[in-house]
C-alpha cells in the first residue's frame, strides 16, 4: 500500500467542470495502475476510470465516458480527473485508488477488484 493524497473535491452548479487530483508516494510498481472511484450512501462504489502509467488508453465506466477525462503526470505520481458537464447525480464521495498491475490481473480498468491503496475521498457536489 501507498499513501494517496486527494484534493480539488468542492461544490458545483450543474453545467460546470472540476477537476481532482491524487499524488501518490513511495514505490511507483505501487501505483503504477490508478483509478477513480465514486461512492454515494447507501450505494456501492462504482468504478469511473483507470489508466496505467505507460499506457495512452485509459478505460472509462459508460456513466462517465464522453464527460470524465483521466490523466496523470508520472513526473508528479499524479493522477488527475476533469469532470465536465457535471449533473446533480455526480454528486458523491470520490475516492483515488492504486495498485500494482499484477494485483489487477495485467489490466488497469475502473473495477473495483485488486486496488491495494485508497484515498480519503474527497466530495463532490453538483447543484441544480
Known amino acids: 500500500q501507498v499513501p494517496l493524497v486527494e484534493s480539488g473535491g468542492g461544490s458545483v452548479q450543474a453545467g460546470g467542470s472540476l477537476r481532482i487530483s491524487c499524488t501518490a508516494s513511495?514505490?511507483?510498481?505501487?501505483?503504477?495502475?490508478m483509478g477513480w472511484f465514486r461512492q454515494i450512501p447507501g450505494k456501492e462504489r462504482e468504478g469511473l476510470a483507470a489508466?496505467?502509467?505507460?499506457?495512452?488508453?485509459?478505460y472509462y465506466a459508460d456513466s462517465v465516458n464522453g464527460r470524465f477525462i483521466i490523466s496523470r503526470d508520472n513526473s508528479k505520481n499524479t493522477v488527475y480527473l476533469q469532470m465536465n458537464n457535471l449533473k446533480p447525480e455526480d454528486t458523491a464521495m470520490y475516492y483515488c485508488?492504486?495498485?500494482?498491475?499484477?494485483?489487477?490481473?495485467?489490466?488497469?480498468?475502473?473495477?473495483?477488484?485488486?486496488?491495494?491503496?485508497w484515498g480519503q475521498g474527497t466530495q463532490v457536489t453538483v447543484s441544480s
Open positions: 513511495g514505490n511507483p510498481r505501487s501505483f503504477a495502475c
Open positions: 485508488a492504486a495498485t500494482s498491475l499484477p494485483s489487477v490481473g495485467g489490466l488497469c480498468r475502473p473495477v473495483d477488484v485488486g486496488y491495494a491503496s
Open positions: 489508466i496505467y502509467w505507460g499506457s495512452a488508453t485509459p
